[in-house]
């Protein structure tokens, strides 16, 4: 069973950035599209950015030209990076990877992890 777990939130100013991780307690092979969701306080889940297993990247528009997402699959990882934070920013970043299982793809989900910015 493979487990996504996300790190890097933690409490930053307007204007700055917070680089999120979340690695595969396995390996990443099977893993297709994989991205980052987030979910703010009395909000709904919503897509922040999502990359193909060949590199190709989306992003909401709320976020294009500040955050970057990349994946590493030798080191089983995925990254956001987030630069020129904004409060509306925040809140829980979750990981998700959908995998080929042999008979469909599955949906893999992290626990999250916070980000506030905040002055």
């Known amino acids: 069973?493979?487990?996504?777990?996300?790190s890097g939130g933690g409490l930053v100013q307007p204007g700055g950035s917070l680089r999120l991780s979340c690695?595969?307690?396995?390996?990443?092979?099977?893993?297709?599209?994989?991205?980052?969701?987030r979910q703010a306080p009395g909000k709904e889940r919503e897509m922040v950015a999502t990359?193909?297993?060949d590199y190709r990247t989306r992003y909401a528009d709320?976020?294009?030209?500040?955050?970057?997402?990349?994946?590493?699959?030798?080191k089983n990882a995925l990254y956001l990076q987030m630069n020129s934070l904004k409060p509306e920013?925040?809140?829980?970043?979750?990981?998700?990877?959908?995998?080929?299982?042999g008979s469909g793809w599955?949906?893999?989900?992290?626990q999250g992890t916070r980000a506030t910015v905040s002055s």
């Open 23 to 37: 690695t595969a307690s396995g390996s990443m092979f099977g893993f297709g599209l994989m991205g980052w969701y």
């Open 62 to 74: 709320s976020v294009k030209g500040r955050f970057a997402i990349s994946r590493d699959n030798v």
């Open 106 to 110: 599955l949906d893999y989900w992290g």
């Open 51 to 53: 990359i193909t297993n």
């Open 89 to 101: 920013d925040t809140a829980v970043y979750y990981c998700q990877g959908a995998r080929w299982e």
């Open 1 to 6: 069973q493979v487990q996504l777990v996300e």
